[in-house]
């Protein structure tokens, strides 16, 4: 297990970007999500690899590209708390959204990564939601996901811990307080 890896997981527009965003603004390691950087990509070449075009090819992207990312940040072996905007077990999580099958290769790269056991993770906030270019789920999709978000990471014996709502300091600080 790899105890200085911190996911900070939610469904979509409850917060983590500006969290991660002010851990990293505070000087620690943060690893954005690969979400919206694929989306951002796929529109730019206008590839299919879109969750409202080609869910299966947009996964594997998603997948392949978190795998990478994990791996790339245990070569540079830095030290110190790192937290990744999404773990690669969320990408499992949307597969089971979207019911697409898992292959015997994801499951397997899955088994070989490893986080700290406490993954924290932000409610829905409706006063904060709101759609974008990139983000296209509505409020009940954006609960639907936090409640699978919850299951998925459950089943992989990760400790989830909820982020109360509230001013972006008092998230850090709870952030801040649970790793120490």
Known sequence: MKNNLYVITGGPGAGKTTLIDELNRLNFITIPEEARKII???ISIQGDGLPWKDKALYAKLM???SIKTYHNIL???????IFFDRGVIDTFCYLRMENIPISKEMTALINKVS???K???LPPWKEIFKNDGERKQNWEEAVLTFESIKETYA????NLIEIPIGTIESRVNFVLNNVR
């Open 40 to 42: 951002k990509e796929q």
């Open 63 to 65: 997948f392949d590209e």
């Open 75 to 81: 070569d540079k072996n830095p030290q110190g708390k």
């Open 115 to 117: 986080y700290n056991r």
């Open 119 to 121: 993954v924290f993770i």
């Open 155 to 158: 089943y992989y014996v990760y």
